[in-house]
Nanobody, 120 residues
Framework: QVQLVESGGGLVQPGGSLRLSCAASTSIFSINVMGWYRQAPGKQRELVASITSVGNLNYADSVKGRFTISRDTNKNTVYLQMNSLKPEDTAVYYC??????????????WGQGTQVTVSS
């Protein structure tokens, strides 16, 4: 089992910054992909950013140049630095982890989510 705990959400003005943290219960080297997703009311959940166990990065087009995903392997923690925040970034942000077994097996784990609200 992989347990994920998010923190760092809150209320921020447009143009401001927040740093989200996702602490995993096991070494992130044992997790193939960790990612940040977000879901606003009435909208589908979307991938914001992801990082693989070997450090490959992926970002949604809407956040490129503004958000940065990073990791601290000693703390088993993944971060999402969010700069130049916009009202459309408002959502519940979830940390997700995919653990793969063999060529076709995998498990996916989710944190409880943290609210990010961007408003003046």
């Amino acid at each position: 089992q992989v347990q994920l705990v998010e923190s760092g959400g809150g209320l921020v003005q447009p143009g401001g910054s927040l740093r989200l943290s996702c602490a995993a219960s096991t070494s992130i080297f044992s997790i193939n992909v960790m990612g940040w997703y977000r879901q606003a009311p009435g909208k589908q959940r979307e991938l914001v950013a992801s990082i693989t166990s070997v450090g490959n990065l992926n970002y949604a087009d809407s956040v490129k140049g503004r958000f940065t995903i990073s990791r601290d392997t000693n703390k088993n923690t993944v971060y999402l630095q969010m700069n130049s925040l916009k009202p459309e970034d408002t959502a519940v942000y979830y940390c997700g982890a995919e653990r793969r077994f063999g060529p076709s097996g995998s498990y996916y784990y989710w944190g409880q989510g943290t609210q990010v609200t961007v408003s003046s």
